[in-house]
């Protein structure tokens, strides 16, 4: 499975963007789709998932400003961010689920100035 992950960006702190992130496989294979988030120099961080049922998990540091979801009849899952404060900056990774295999996209960078 190949994950096209896209939307990153620099934006003021109130501000907002929305990340894309298509799979390359059926919607009915893959389990949860999510974004972590990784900060220089810590680890990779659950930021929000979507499971192929739509039931929805998010960190606590966003709940409230960002919302997942999926596209209607493809397998793309967007995470829109709103209300982005400094410590949302670092880069986010598409993450795609399924029973014997987890894979990851190539990262985008959000930055978010104060």
Do not use: H
């Amino acid at each position: 499975v190949q994950l096209q992950a896209s939307g990153g960006g620099l934006v003021q702190a109130g501000g907002s963007l929305r990340l894309s992130c298509t799979a390359s496989a059926t919607r009915s294979s893959i389990n949860v789709m999510g974004w972590y988030r990784q900060a220089p120099g810590k680890q990779r961080d659950l930021v929000a998932s979507i499971t192929n049922t739509g039931g929805t998990t998010y960190a606590d540091s966003v709940k409230g400003r960002f919302t997942i979801s999926r596209g209607a009849g493809e397998n793309t899952v967007y995470l829109q961010m709103n209300s982005l404060k400094p410590e949302d900056t670092g880069v986010y990774f598409c993450n795609a689920k399924q029973v014997f295999a987890n894979y990851w996209g190539q990262g985008t960078q959000v930055t978010v100035s104060s």
